[in-house]
């Protein structure tokens, strides 16, 4: 069973700084592509950051110089670390892992944490 696990969401004030981490169970850690992306209301969700088994990382045009994403493939875990919060980052933030093999290809989602910035 898959599942992932999110932590470290919560209320911030503008400037401020969050780490997210994930926590993933019942996948093959180390061969997916890990991915966090964020949802507001009534907009759609849209990826944040994304790093891949071999280390290549993308980042959403909105957030690159302020979050970072790692993993450490010893202990499951992807992290986001976010600087600079704006007031426009605040939305519900999903942990994505994607299987590349070719039978799979498969995304699973975790529950998603909320982070709000405001003063």
């Known amino acids: 069973q898959v599942r992932l696990v999110e932590s470290g969401g919560g209320l911030v004030q503008p400037g401020g700084s969050l780490r997210l981490s994930c926590a993933a169970s019942?996948?093959?850690?180390?061969?997916?592509?890990m991915a966090w992306y964020r949802q507001a209301p009534g907009e759609q969700r849209e990826l944040v950051a994304r790093?891949?088994?071999?280390?290549?990382?993308d980042y959403g045009d909105s957030v690159k110089g302020r979050f970072f994403i790692s993993r450490d493939n010893s202990k499951n875990t992807v992290t986001l670390q976010m600087n600079g919060l704006k007031p426009e980052d605040t939305a519900v933030y999903y942990c994505?892992?994607?299987?590349?093999?070719?039978?799979?290809?498969?995304?699973?989602w975790g529950q998603g944490t909320q982070v709000t910035v405001s003063s």
């Open positions: 790093i891949s088994s071999g280390g290549n990382i």
């Open positions: 019942g996948i093959i850690f180390s061969i997916s592509t």
């Open positions: 994505n892992a994607f299987d590349p093999r070719p039978t799979y290809k498969t995304n699973d």
